[in-house]
Each structure stands twice: as structure tokens, then as C-alpha cells.
């Protein structure tokens, strides 16, 4: 039992470059997130998806696309990077729709040049 | 959610009992205190979680007073394994809501 992973770990991207990051959950979750930390600063909500089929925005979801590709994956894409998009991305999971025991990954460290 | 207000940081001795104190006063009557713990180069992990009144668990006891307009985190006999970022988030069960945000938690520093 994985939990929640994540790839890549680490990534580099040039200014207007596009890649999209990978989370994956083995517990069966329903629901599942991505946040953006930036340093020195809390979790901020980008996309969610309460259940599988259904996307929804967060707080900070201009310059990504996610896409929940079965019950299991929840990927997001970044089509034209930008500096300001260098962060942590995390990748999290809950059971159902509720905002505690969400489960993260461990994270994806993408800086933008 | 609820806007919470909790300590930039604090400092603890190895083996001292550490209480963070959050403060939400606009809480609604069907929301929550979760409390999440996040080591650095990690996503934060979930410790506690509860309603009213104290809540323990085999990490942590959670003490929510009658008014619920506040709520504080106790860890017992902390180590320097406890040394992390502890976020209170206030909100309902189904938060769905675009503004939920973890805010900049309370680092928390133990000194051996």
C-alpha cells in the first residue's frame, strides 16, 4: 500500500514549456487535490476533484488544467510555465468530500527559469 | 472556512508538553477543527481532529472550550521528531470551497 505517490520528484522547466504532473492513490479515495506551496507559506487549493468525472477550481487555479483520469489518477497540467509557478506541488486524497484526513504525496519540487 | 489565527512559532524544551492555540471566532455551528502536522520536504499529515470538547488520540489531544472560539493542539513529552509546521484549518465537513487554504501554520522548534 503506496498511499499517494507522485511523479516526478523534481523537475525543471524554461519559461513557456508545458509538463504534467502525476499522483496516483492505492485507498480506494474518492476525492482527491492539488495544493501549490510556495516557501515559507501554507497549502494553497489549485484543482479538486470530489469524485471521480467531476473537476472543480480551488483558491489559485489560473495557468493549470487537471484532468482525473479514473478513481486512482489526478493529473495536472501546466501548459505555459511561468517563474511564478516555481513550487512544491502536492497531490492529496480523502475517502469522501471532507476537508480533514486528506492523505498527501510527497510532493513534486518544479522550478521555472 | 472559518479564518484562524495561530502562532508564527514556537520554542520547546525535549520532553516538555507543548500546547498551540488557535483561535477562530466566526466557527460555524456544523464545522470542524483539524489539526495537520508537515515536516519539512513532506506533505503535511493529518493528526487530529474534533468538535467539542477534548478529543485524544495515540499523537495528540485536542481541547475545544464551550464556545468553540478557539482550540488548542497539546503534544505530551514532545522530542526533537516533533519539530514541524502544525496547521489548524476550521470548516465543515464537505468543505468544497475554492478558498481553502492551510494558512502558515505554527512552526514549531524543540531544543534539545
Known amino acids: 500500500n503506496a498511499g499517494v505517490t507522485q511523479t516526478p520528484k523534481f523537475q525543471v522547466l524554461k519559461t513557456g514549456q508545458s509538463m504534467t504532473l502525476q499522483c496516483a492513490q492505492d485507498?480506494?479515495?474518492?476525492?482527491m487535490y492539488w495544493y501549490r506551496q510556495d516557501p515559507g507559506m501554507g497549502l494553497r487549493l489549485i484543482y479538486y476533484?470530489?469524485?471521480?468525472?467531476?473537476?472543480d477550481k480551488g483558491e489559485v487555479p489560473n495557468g493549470y488544467n487537471v484532468s482525473r483520469l479514473n478513481k486512482r489518477e489526478f493529473s495536472l497540467r501546466l501548459e505555459s510555465a511561468a517563474p511564478s509557478q516555481t513550487s512544491v506541488y502536492f497531490c492529496?486524497?480523502?475517502?469522501?468530500?471532507?476537508?480533514?484526513?486528506?492523505?498527501f504525496g510527497p510532493g513534486t519540487r518544479l522550478t521555472v527559469t | 472556512l472559518a479564518k484562524t489565527t495561530q502562532p508564527i512559532s514556537m520554542d520547546s524544551y525535549e520532553g516538555q508538553e507543548v500546547n498551540i492555540t488557535c483561535s477562530h471566532n466566526?466557527?460555524?455551528?456544523?464545522?470542524?477543527i483539524t489539526w495537520y502536522q508537515q515536516f519539512p520536504s513532506q506533505g503535511p499529515r493529518f493528526i487530529i481532529q474534533g468538535y467539542k470538547t477534548k478529543v485524544t488520540n495515540e499523537v495528540a489531544s485536542l481541547f475545544i472550550p464551550a464556545d468553540r472560539k478557539s482550540s488548542t493542539l497539546s503534544l505530551p513529552r514532545v522530542s526533537l521528531s516533533d519539530t514541524a509546521v502544525y496547521y489548524c484549518?476550521?470548516?465543515?465537513?464537505?468543505?468544497?470551497?475554492?478558498?481553502?487554504?492551510f494558512g502558515t501554520g505554527t512552526r514549531l522548534t524543540i531544543i534539545p
Open positions: 484549518l476550521v470548516g465543515g465537513r464537505n468543505f468544497g470551497n475554492e478558498k481553502l487554504t
Open positions: 492529496a486524497s480523502s475517502e469522501v468530500h471532507l476537508v480533514y484526513e486528506q492523505y
Open positions: 466566526n466557527i460555524a455551528t456544523n464545522d470542524y
Open positions: 476533484s470530489a469524485s471521480e468525472g467531476t473537476t
Open positions: 485507498m480506494n479515495h474518492n476525492s
